[in-house]
């Protein structure tokens, strides 16, 4: 049986303080946070911490050791945030026996996050052993190791008179080479090996799973903003003048915010079987592109949802509820967009 103190959650979260965990169940993320000697939950936009005092930690601990169950309703006399503390209980034993799942693939890309080259010197600098792929063109797609010369020493940065920037074109990060190389390989991209540098499969160096999570959390969560894991094209929406002029959407973004929820919906976690064995989903922009509108095409602005949940959404029948909402640690909405889609269902109500 597995065992775990309400004490070594509490050394847990207080050495981490930017820890982010997930409900089981849901996905659900929250923010985690020693408050005295009791852990506070912050889901969502939620300000106002769910807290358990040391003695309900404990009889939650007791319960989990006794039981072993990560069920929130097992555990429903003694707190109505077992979900919580349960999410947090996987985490500590998961990083204890080595298997936390990390972010296979970050991006760092000047379109979709503002301080990009900085989010990418930061990754090299802790990263030193780590491989990337710099999407140089849609045909040419180069695996470089993270001290690659060709692209300066991890401290480098644009100066006045150069203002380019390292992540003028994407790049695909990961741990090792074999991460990427199943990356191309689904994604049916040829990349070619930096004449310049090696990457070393068998280093001992590489960072272990549990350090390449922690370094990453540091980067991920402390910024301005928060790279979405998987492949982007691009995110600023285009405009076209022919007969009528009509806004010309990011697909690769929609696509690439589908593939992060695996095609399930954000509000009821369903999505649509096809016969080929696909799940069919739709990408909601949550403050229109057009119409009046004219909001970003990017993730912050999107969500994967069922097309019963789309029309419904379109038609403002429905309000978004950021607490209720199914929304992965590496997506950040922005509730401006959120508030904006309610502000036009109360006034569509009232």
């Known amino acids: 049986?597995?065992?775990?103190?309400?004490?070594?959650?509490?050394?847990?979260?207080?050495?981490?303080?930017?820890?982010?965990?997930?409900?089981?169940?849901?996905?659900?993320?929250f923010g985690v946070r020693v408050l005295n000697d009791a852990i506070g939950y912050l889901p969502g936009t939620t300000k106002k911490p769910r807290v358990h005092i040391r003695k309900f930690l404990d009889?939650?601990?007791?319960?989990?050791?006794?039981?072993?169950?990560?069920?929130?309703?097992?555990?429903?006399?003694?707190?109505?945030?077992?979900?919580?503390?349960?999410?947090?209980?996987?985490?500590?034993?998961?990083?204890?026996?080595?298997?936390?799942?990390?972010?296979?693939?970050t991006v760092f890309h000047d379109r979709l996050q503002r301080n990009a080259h900085d989010l990418f010197q930061k990754w090299r600098?802790?990263?030193?052993?780590?491989?990337?792929?710099?999407?140089?063109?849609?045909?040419?797609?180069?695996?470089?190791?993270?001290?690659?010369?060709?692209?300066?020493?991890?401290?480098?940065?644009?100066?006045?008179k150069d203002m380019s920037s390292l992540t003028t074109k994407r790049k695909i990060c990961a741990r090792t080479v074999d991460v990427l190389e199943e990356w191309s390989n689904r994604h049916q991209i040829e990349v070619r090996p930096c004449p310049d540098c090696a990457a070393n499969r068998d280093s001992t160096d590489i960072l272990s799973p549990v350090k390449y999570q922690r370094e990453l959390e540091k980067i991920m969560y402390e910024a301005e903003s928060?790279?979405?894991?998987?492949?982007?094209?691009?995110?600023?929406?285009?405009?076209?003048?022919?007969?009528?002029?009509?806004?010309?959407?990011?697909?690769?973004?929609?696509?690439?915010?589908?593939?992060?929820?695996?095609?399930?919906?954000?509000?009821?976690?369903?999505?649509?079987?096809?016969?080929?064995?696909?799940?069919?989903?739709e990408a909601h922009h949550i403050r229109p592109l057009g119409k009046g509108h004219c909001d970003p095409d990017d993730p912050s602005n999107l969500l994967c949802v069922c097309p019963n949940h789309h029309v419904a959404l379109d038609y403002r029948?429905?309000?978004?509820?950021?607490?209720?909402?199914?929304?992965?640690?590496?997506?950040?909405?922005?509730?401006?967009?959120?508030?904006?889609?309610?502000d036009l269902v109360n006034a569509t109500i009232e």
């Not at 050394?11 to 997930?22: A, D, H, M």
């Not at 063109?137 to 100066?159: F, Q």
């Not at 992965?328 to 401006?336: C, E, N, S, V």
Request: with cysteine.
């Open 1 to 29: 049986m597995k065992n775990v103190t309400a004490r070594q959650l509490i050394e847990f979260v207080s050495e981490r303080p930017n820890l982010q965990c997930s409900t089981i169940a849901t996905g659900k993320p």
């Open 59 to 105: 009889r939650v601990c007791s319960e989990f050791s006794r039981s072993n169950s990560f069920r929130a309703m097992d555990y429903r006399q003694i707190s109505v945030h077992a979900s919580y503390a349960l999410a947090l209980i996987k985490q500590v034993l998961d990083e204890r026996e080595g298997s936390v799942t990390y972010p296979i693939f």
């Open 125 to 160: 600098a802790v990263n030193p052993h780590g491989i990337f792929i710099n999407a140089k063109s849609r045909n040419l797609h180069v695996l470089h190791s993270s001290t690659c010369h060709h692209l300066g020493d991890a401290e480098w940065k644009p100066g006045p």
């Open 226 to 281: 928060v790279p979405l894991i998987e492949e982007f094209e691009g995110v600023s929406p285009d405009q076209v003048q022919t007969i009528t002029r009509r806004f010309l959407r990011d697909v690769g973004c929609a696509r690439a915010v589908k593939e992060l929820y695996q095609n399930k919906c954000q509000l009821c976690g369903e999505g649509i079987s096809l016969p080929d064995g696909t799940v069919y989903a």
């Open 317 to 342: 029948a429905i309000r978004i509820d950021l607490e209720e909402l199914h929304v992965h640690p590496t997506h950040r909405i922005d509730p401006a967009q959120v508030a904006h889609h309610n």
